[in-house]
């Protein structure tokens, strides 16, 4: 069945403080229009704002009850047949969908420059956000993740990375040791992106699919989309061409945009962007029939 509808889940956070780095992408994001945007191809919009946090005790406590609350949302638009999209200041936040989806055989289809496969023990940078994914799998932080609605340890031998690129040798073999499958970024040489994510996309099933987009992904030639920009990364018209292929050879649960900066570089030029990704995939849901026009 269709969905009837888009839910944006506004989650403004950066380490749990409202507005702080990449929590204020989610803003610059829709004051560009995504919401008119969606609206003008004939799709009903409700959005949801993730409430402050700022009674939990720390980074670490912060975190986990954005968590909790992205993850419960989540849920109540699977339960109204309505599509998530998330609009988030952290990566971390797409574990939360994960557990939310509640949707156990899920693939995953990460547009990333960074894997966020860290755990505590191997993390170099103390960013706590580079660890969601070593969260979903059951690695790290296994007490607090049990709090989270929906979280049981996922696998990822249905995961592709497209864009993977600004990782330590440890980082990678991580990745490989996980059984997770990777569209490589690379500076030296272009990489026809959507040629490649169409390819795989054939070759295995990636149904039901969370579809992760770090802003990230972008080649740092447009700039510094956050801290932590690079080359060999993906140009808009690769992004917009992977946007819309994907909902046509897979079945998209949900959409989580997030990790992006306005103030560390051209924040109008990516928020722009990403309004224009985001628009490509829905005009792909609506054509592969996932979607519906109210």
Known sequence: MPAQDIT???????????????????????????TQKIQSLGVAVKLIEIAPVDEYEGEIGRSFEILRRISRAVNDCVATNSFPLILAGN??????????????????????AHDDLDSPDVNENGYFDAMGLSMLRGESWKGLMKTVLGFEPFDYTRFLYCGLR???????????????????GNAAE?????AELKTRLERANYSPALV?????????????????????????????????????????????VCSFDPNAGDG???ANIAVRAVTAFVESLLESGALAKS
């Open 166 to 184: 600004d990782q330590s040798e440890l980082q990678k073999r991580r990745v490989i040791d996980a059984g997770m499958q990777a569209i490589w």
């Open 268 to 270: 109008d030029k990516i």
């Open 8 to 34: 944006i889940i506004f989650s403004p956070y950066h380490v749990g403080i409202r507005d702080h780095r990449v929590g204020n992408g989610p803003h610059r994001i829709q004051s560009a229009g995504v």
């Open 190 to 194: 272009p990489v026809d992106f959507a």
């Open 91 to 112: 990566c971390m936040s797409s574990a939360a969908v994960a557990c939310g989806l509640q949707v156990r055989d899920l693939a995953f289809i990460y547009f990333d």
């Open 212 to 256: 992760h987009l770090d802003l990230d992904v972008l080649d740092d030639s447009y700039g510094k989309v956050n801290d932590y920009p690079s080359p060999g990364g993906l140009f808009e018209s690769d992004l917009i061409r992977c946007m819309e292929l994907v909902p046509r050879l897979a079945v998209p649960r949900s959409l989580t």
